[in-house]
Antibody, heavy 120, light 110 residues
């Protein structure tokens, strides 16, 4: 059974960089989409972006509204992928979910989510 | 910018049938948008119900079904149960690697 677990700081100061890691267990990391999604408190889900890893290389695609601030990367040696969001503000306070997709299936597995608060 | 639209809220009686929809602020939803549906119980992470319009994810009961109704994607729940009370989100593929969530529907079972 595939499992995804987010980890990272729960508190980030304004203007700094939010960094989260998702650890993947129970399955291969090749030929899947590795996705980040967020949900501000009391609000709906927002697609942040994904990294598709083919086994030899990866390609990324980001939400245009976040594209200038976000990077998704992968550490294949650790079966992990990461999210970096720079220059954060209070509007970036949210529960951040990592997820997996595959061709034809946007999301098949979800992490439990981690709350990140942006505050001084 | 195209917005994905969902009813903000809906209610259904226990045992009843409800259809939630997922549309576009401009244009019609078709299978080419690969609509999928997610259930998020209060305080929990979402789980996948339906993908590519009408394929149920593993373990999802057949009370949940997906379709295209008119110009929208639809999620129908038949024989509603108390634990179906959740937020439901659709997501559509907009092309060029971009997926967009709808605003979600809060379903009350009472």
């Amino acid at each position: 059974q595939v499992q995804l677990q987010e980890s990272g700081p729960g508190l980030v100061k304004p203007s700094e960089t939010l960094s989260l890691t998702c650890t993947v267990s129970g399955g291969s990391i090749s030929n899947y989409y590795w996705i980040w999604i967020r949900q501000p408190p009391g609000k709906g889900l927002e697609w942040i972006g994904y990294l598709y890893y083919s086994g030899s290389s990866g390609s990324t695609n980001y939400n245009p509204s976040l594209k200038t601030r976000v990077t998704i990367s992968m550490d294949t040696s650790k079966n992990q992928f990461s999210l970096q969001l720079v220059s954060v503000t209070a509007a970036d306070t949210a529960v951040y979910y990592c997820a997996r997709g595959r061709p034809g299936v946007p999301i098949d597995y979800w992490g439990q989510g981690t709350l990140v608060t942006v505050s001084s | 910018q195209t917005v994905v639209t969902q009813e903000p809220s809906f209610s259904v009686s226990p045992g009843g049938t409800v259809t939630l929809t997922c549309g576009l602020s401009s244009g019609s939803v078709s299978t080419n948008y690969y609509p999928s549906w997610y259930q998020q119980p209060p305080g929990q992470a979402p789980r996948t119900l339906i993908y590519t319009t009408n394929t149920r994810s593993s373990g999802v009961p057949d009370r949940f079904s997906g379709s295209i109704l008119g110009n929208k994607a639809a999620l129908t729940i038949t024989g509603a149960q108390a634990d179906d009370e959740s937020d439901y989100y659709c997501v559509l593929y907009m092309g060029s690697g971009l997926w967009v969530f709808g605003g979600g529907t809060k379903l009350t079972v009472l």
